[in-house]
């Protein structure tokens, strides 16, 4: 979940909301100078939509729209809202959209409840028992020859509980949890492994279905700093799980780029890391890197890697420049240069249904964070390559 300043009681926040204000006022769109690629354009804009803030569907608030998968059996979106069941129980939404039909706004046509093992509702995490986990759910994707949804939590680091990898049923019951390496649990004292609310934002199926990628937001505590202005920081560990057994067999680390941009009320925040992976075949894989700055707003670049460049990282206790080395990148596209109308908190990205010249139809998605001055943002992009 990447949250930027929402209405809140804080005077901090206020000063947050005034910037981003003044930014709107000015004229401020994207925040961030477009990035240079060497190559051939890469994606072109089909179409872009918005759902009205707040939508209310079938008792539910629809909003934080943080992972989306395309169900080519049904025909449908799944978007899972990341929630932590405040407005709603943990929940995924299907929806209808034909950007190239021009069909505006996606069509919400269902939700379904996802579970706990003992078959209930997962509860709002301000009424959660102690011992009760309450998901901060951020990506998902579909698994054609189970049927099934895997998603990931970030978890709750406050109240102890680490990330998550879960696969439900289609009707919301839990399947499984898939354990995760002993090296991505947040240690109490804050010494080591993953930050809080900056964990396991991407997740991405290989095309045969037999292996998940799940992609960190941002690096481990042992393994370097956050990105600065001047600097990326630590690396992030993509990790690949085996789902037929559900072991982690290997790990590579990919760098995210240094923050873009300061923020225009010096002081405040700004941050960049991963917020989405997808595979474009076995071995090659999107990664989509989201920051945002105060007054100066979001910035969204899509790099590609091939998972077989990176070293594997999945012994090594801490990074280091001499013990590793990570996946080359190459910039695909900045989307400050392909025309959408504003840039948001894109969290999510899926392949849809084929074009009819053979080419890949790549959807959008951006999480409002439930906050009036965001908005969820769909958009529609022809991929070459």
Partial sequence: MHEPPSP???RRHALWIGAALACAAAGCRTGIAPATSNGPQRLHLLAESRLKHRLSFEGTTVGGL????????RGEYLLLSDDRSDFAPVRVYQMQWSPTARQDPPLPTGVTYLRQANGEPWPPRRKAAPEVAVPDPEAIRWRPDTDTLLWT???????????????????GSLVRQIPLPAMLDAASDGHRGARDNLGLEGLALTPDGRHAWLAMEAALVQDGPLPSFTAAGGPCRFTQIELSTGKAIRQIAYVPDPIPRRPLLPGTYADNGV???????????LVLERSYAVGAGNSLRLYEIDTREGSDVLAVDALAPDNHKAAPKTLVA???TLGL???????????????????RLLVAVSDDNFNPLQITQFAAFEFTG
Avoid: H, K
């Avoid at 943080?66 to 059996?73: F, T």
């Avoid at 102890?160 to 289609?170: C, I, K, P, V």
């Avoid at 109308?341 to 392949?351: F, K, P």
């Fill in 66 to 73: 943080s992972g989306i998968d395309y169900d080519r059996q």
């Fill in 341 to 359: 109308s504003q840039l948001d908190n894109t969290e999510g990205l899926c392949w849809g249904p084929d074009l009819p010249n053979g080419n």
């Fill in 334 to 336: 900045d989307f400050a």
């Fill in 8 to 10: 809140n009681l804080t």
């Fill in 275 to 285: 917020s989405e992976v997808l595979m474009i075949n076995a071995n090659r894989m």
């Fill in 153 to 171: 939590s970030e978890g709750d680091v406050q109240r102890g509980f680490g990330q998550a990898l879960y696969e439900s049923r289609r009707d």
